[in-house]
Nanobody, 124 residues
Framework: VQLVESGGGLVQTGGSLRLSCAASGRTLSIDATGWFRQAPGKEREFVSA????????SFADSVKGRFTISRDNTKNTVYLQMNALKPEDTALYYCAAAFRWSIDTVLGRGYDYWGQGTLVTVSS
């Protein structure tokens, strides 16, 4: 499975961006896609995840109410809509895929494939 992120860029505080994660290869083998981010000098953190078969989403507390996640299975693409962006949202955003939707994937663990990332910069 190959994952390619897009949609990052520079935005002002309060603005919005929509990130995309396009999957190719053995996409039928995966059931969960997650978004993670890593800011300079910080560890990677979980942002959100969605069950590709439907019926499951999760969000980090820091983005609840501001970010939404959605999927288009016909395009093998997962989207992360980011609204009300803050400077602390600045990071390299990665998507990742897992074979199974589970308590691990909900909590941001157990992902099998990773993309290269797309940079989001929020100016104050």
């Amino acid at each position: 499975v190959q994952l390619v992120e897009s949609g990052g860029g520079l935005v002002q505080t309060g603005g919005s961006l929509r990130l995309s994660c396009a999957a190719s290869g053995r996409t039928l083998s995966i059931d969960a896609t997650g978004w993670f981010r890593q800011a300079p000098g910080k560890e990677r953190e979980f942002v959100s995840a969605i069950r590709l078969g439907g019926g499951g989403e999760s969000f980090a507390d820091s983005v609840k109410g501001r970010f939404t996640i959605s999927r288009d299975n016909t395009k093998n693409t997962v989207y992360l809509q980011m609204n009300a962006l803050k400077p602390e949202d600045t990071a390299l955003y990665y998507c990742a895929a897992a074979f199974r939707w589970s308590i691990d994937t909900v909590l941001g663990r157990g992902y099998d494939y990773w993309g290269q990332g797309t940079l989001v910069t929020v100016s104050s």
